[in-house]
């Protein structure tokens, strides 16, 4: 970013702004494409226009598109045939994206675009690009593209009010693409040869997707350390099993590091148990927190490997080449399959799944007296029978990481071929996407659930050890911030409202930051 702008040029989008345009409105940076990128633009364009002069036969230029790759199309269609790749394939069916995410999905679509190699012209690419700026979010449902050929039915759905069809969000109101267009001073464009391929031929979907729920992960996979520091603390836990030595020993850096961010958490708490206990280890959800939640780092950082490579990636097909001597190549193949994105998202479902369940085991733990040797009290709660305490949202916490091993079956290995099997195989990219999404949906919530019932379990140790007793580094400024949203549950009431409040918390980053000011 430059000051309050971001620069296209297909090269260099990163994470952060991509996190910058989808979810700061209504002060986001404005978006422009580079002069040097607009110069690439503008030369590809001008070499379509040279294949139509010359008659070249070229793939969604001068032919139909998939199965009808064979059908040439007469120079006076070459337009109509664009138009009518956006609204053939605009089939997508069920929820809209939501804002954040549409916004994501223009902007890598743009930068896609600014590379130089797609043949748009620079007015149609400047259009995508103001929509975006002046917030033009087409309606984009979520299901129907396979990850193969692209993204196409959602990417049709976006480009849609680029020629003033289909429909948009504009200040909150649902318009027509028409309609949006007007209200926001824009004016619609009639697409030329290769345009409508472009826009449509392409992952920015399932990459747009797969980078946001990449930033989730990253924050729940901290808070997932926090949180099970926080169920050490109020199960009378020891750190003894995140010694620098011990992993030392099986060097997994990120194994490594998750030993070194729990130590920092729980440095200099006087809730732990002294290492000379007799008491030596403690159940794996606790002594193993290293390994597991530094399991998933490494998923977690794959998947960040691959989306920055993504981000900047040409993914439409055929893609243009002009060599030093103006010659130019049109080659066909198929940077538009979704395969190694779809195979990350499904790692990192799978993976960050595994934070859900050994969440869960620990809440069942915080809420089992048996299983936590009569530290706490059965359920969280006095007068236990009476009062069911905590005992529930136990049963809530199982449901959620039940779900999830449903929704960890990958996506990448299944395939339907499509378009009379010239689109043989494919990686279902999007779906993968919208799984991890919901995986991390529930993990989010089983968090949620585990903090709440470790903040009962550390008032529960106060009333023994002492009210003037210190959490950890980091654990305490989480403690205060649950404690000053939700209260001690002295006696069954509603719990709904708390479960929503923490959830919040842990969505919102509140949790890491609460954490990040107590160290």
């Not at 004016?187 to 747009?208: C, F, H, Q, S, Y």
């Not at 990350?344 to 007296?369: H, K, P, Q, W």
């Not at 048996?370 to 136990?394: D, K, W, Y």
């Amino acid at each position: 970013m430059d000051g309050e702008f971001i620069f296209l040029n297909g090269q260099s989008l990163t994470f952060a702004q991509v996190k910058a345009v989808a979810y700061g409105r209504p002060n986001a940076p404005r978006v422009q494409i580079s002069k040097e990128a607009a110069h690439q633009v503008e030369r590809a364009a001008q070499a379509v226009q040279r294949l139509l002069r010359q008659g070249t036969i070229a793939y969604g230029i001068t032919t139909g598109f998939g199965a009808f790759k064979d059908r040439i199309i007469p120079s006076e269609q070459v337009e109509q045939l664009q138009r009518n790749i956006l609204v053939s394939h605009a089939v997508g069916v069920g929820t809209p994206f939501d804002i954040p995410t549409t916004r994501a999905i223009m902007l890598i679509r743009a930068n896609t675009l600014a590379r130089g190699h797609s043949g748009v012209r620079l007015v149609t690419l400047q259009l995508l690009v103001e929509m975006l700026n002046r917030g033009v979010h087409p309606v984009i449902p979520e299901k129907g593209s396979l990850g193969a050929s692209g993204d196409l039915a959602p990417l049709a759905h976006m480009a849609l009010p680029l020629i003033g069809e289909g429909w948009a969000e504009y200040q909150g109101e649902i318009l027509s693409g028409a309609e949006a267009m007007r209200r926001a001073g824009l004016e619609p464009v009639k697409l030329a040869a290769k345009e409508g391929l472009a826009l449509t031929n392409g992952t920015a979907v399932m990459t747009a997707v797969g980078v946001l729920q990449t930033l989730r992960a990253e924050r729940y996979s901290q808070t997932a350390d926090i949180a099970g520091c926080l169920s050490l603390e109020a199960l009378h836990g020891t750190d003894l099993a995140f010694d620098a030595r011990i992993h030392a020993l099986r060097p997994y850096p990120r194994q490594q590091e998750c030993a070194a961010y729990l130590r920092h958490l729980l440095d200099g708490s006087q809730f732990t148990r002294e290492h000379a206990s007799l008491n030596v280890q403690d159940a794996y959800t606790l002594r193993c927190i290293p390994q597991v939640h530094g399991a998933v780092r490494d998923a977690i950082a794959y998947a960040r490997w691959i989306f920055e490579i993504e981000l900047n990636a040409v993914t439409d097909n055929p893609l243009i080449f002009i060599n030093d001597d103006d010659e130019i190549s049109v080659l066909s193949g198929g940077n538009f399959h979704g395969e190694p994105l779809a195979i990350a998202m499904d790692y990192l479902a799978f993976s960050v799944a595994e934070l859900g369940n050994i969440s869960e085991r620990r809440i069942m733990r915080l809420t089992d007296e048996c299983s936590n040797t009569h530290v706490l009290p059965a359920f969280l709660t006095r007068e236990g029978g009476l009062n069911s305490g905590f005992m529930i949202l136990q049963y809530t916490a199982a449901a959620l990481a039940t779900e999830n091993k449903v929704l960890s079956h990958p996506a990448s290995v299944d395939t339907i071929p499509t378009s009379a099997n010239v689109e043989d195989h494919v990686s279902m990219g999007v779906t993968a996407a919208l799984k991890l999404r919901a995986v991390l949906d529930n993990v989010e919530q089983i968090l949620a659930i585990e903090l709440m019932a470790a903040a009962q379990g550390v008032d529960f140790r106060k009333q023994v050890i002492g009210h003037d007793k210190m959490l950890g580094q980091g654990t305490r400024g989480v403690y205060a911030l649950l404690r000053h949203h939700i209260p001690f549950i002295e006696t069954d009431r509603p719990l709904a409202e708390y479960m929503e409040k923490v959830r919040q918390l842990v969505a919102e980053g509140a949790v890491l930051q609460a954490a990040s000011g107590g160290c």
